[in-house]
C-alpha cells in the first residue's frame, strides 16, 4: 500500500523566511497526525548548513518517522547558461541533501514560464538541465521527480511546463531509472487541464504523488491568469481547502494508480487553515489508500 506523508504547507514562510518555527516544532506537530513520514523542503533555513543535515534527519527518525521526498524549486528555464549552471549545482547539493535526510526522492521543476521563452527553446535547455543533474542522483540512490507544478512560494512566473502538452512532453524526453513523474491533480486545474487526463498520459511514469485539493477564494479561473504573473508566490485568490471538497476525484486517480501498480508515497499539501484541517486531510486520504490498496 501506497505510504502518506506530510508537507508543512501553512509553515512554510515561518520555516523558510522568518526562522519563527523551528524544524523540531513542526515534527511535533505532526506526530499526532499519524503519518508515515515527512516531505521536506530545500529552502528550510536550518537545512543551509550541511552539518545540520544529519541532526534534522535524526529528529525526525526519533520520533518514528521518516524523510521520503525533498522539495526543491530549482529556476532551469533561465536564460543565462551561468544562471542556468548555478541551478545545475544547487540542484546536485539538494541531491545529496535528499540522500543524507533518506529520502529517496528529490523533486525537480522545469524553471519560471518567462515570457521571452519560446516552447522548443524552453524544453531544449530544460531537458539539459535536468539529465546534467542525472548521474549524481543516480550516485546518492536519489531519483528525480518533476512535478506538474503551478508556482513555487517565491517565483514571480508561473511554471514553463505547467500545461499538459508541455509537461508531457519533457516527461517523454527523459528516460532514466532515476526520473519520475510526482502528480498533483490540483495543478492541472490551474493550468486548465483535466487532471485525470494528464494522469492518464503520465501514468507509468508516476512514481509520487502530492494530494491537495483547491478552490478560489473569489473570482475565476480566467482572474487568477491575469493575476498569476509578476508578483511573488501564489495568487492571492488561490486558496488551498481540505481534501475531499475539491474538484479532485480521489477514487477515480487511486483507481487508475492501483491499476498501474503504484505503491510510492502520496504526501498531503494542506493544512494551510490549520493543524485540523490537515489531520481531516489525512484522515480523508488514508481511508481512500486503504479502500482502493
Known amino acids: 500500500m501506497p505510504r502518506l506523508a506530510a508537507f508543512p504547507k501553512a509553515f512554510i514562510r515561518p520555516l523558510c523566511r522568518d526562522g519563527s518555527m523551528t524544524l523540531r516544532e513542526w515534527v511535533d506537530l505532526a506526530v499526532p497526525l499519524g503519518v508515515d513520514g515527512l516531505e521536506y523542503y530545500s529552502g528550510f533555513l536550518e537545512l543551509a548548513d550541511p552539518a545540520r543535515w544529519t541532526e534534522a534527519r535524526r529528529t525526525v527518525e526519533s520520533r518514528g518517522l521518516v524523510i521520503p521526498m525533498l ?14 549552471r548555478q541551478e545545475v549545482e544547487k540542484e546536485k547539493t539538494w541531491i ?69 502538452d508541455v509537461f508531457c512532453d519533457l516527461v517523454g524526453r527523459i528516460r532514466h531509472p532515476h526520473f519520475g513523474v510526482n502528480y498533483d491533480p490540483s495543478n492541472a486545474f490551474l493550468a486548465g487541464d483535466d487532471p485525470l487526463e494528464l494522469l492518464q498520459r503520465v501514468k507509468d511514469r508516476v512514481v509520487t504523488m502530492h494530494a491537495s485539493d483547491r478552490y478560489l477564494a473569489e473570482g475565476t479561473l480566467e482572474d487568477l491568469r491575469r493575476d498569476e504573473t509578476g508578483a511573488e508566490g501564489y495568487a492571492k485568490r488561490l486558496r488551498h481547502g481540505t481534501i475531499g471538497r475539491g474538484l479532485n476525484d480521489y477514487d477515480a486517480i487511486f483507481r487508475t494508480l492501483k491499476g498501474v501498480g503504484f505503491d510510492g508515497w502520496v504526501s498531503i499539501e494542506d493544512g494551510v487553515d490549520g493543524m485540523e484541517q490537515l489531520a481531516e486531510s489525512v484522515r480523508f486520504v488514508r481511508a481512500k489508500l486503504r479502500q482502493h490498496f
Open 71 to 84: 522539495c526543491c524549486s530549482p529556476d532551469f528555464s533561465q536564460p543565462d547558461p551561468e544562471l542556468r
Open 96 to 164: 545529496r541533501l535528499a540522500a543524507t535526510l533518506g529520502a529517496s526522492y528529490c523533486r525537480v521543476l522545469s524553471g519560471q514560464r518567462r515570457p521571452e521563452l519560446s516552447r522548443e527553446q524552453g524544453l531544449r535547455i530544460v531537458t539539459e538541465n535536468i539529465e546534467a543533474c542525472l548521474p549524481e542522483a543516480e550516485k546518492c540512490g536519489v531519483t528525480l521527480i518533476i512535478e506538474n507544478h503551478y508556482k513555487d512560494d517565491f517565483w514571480l512566473y508561473p511554471e514553463f511546463a505547467q500545461k499538459m
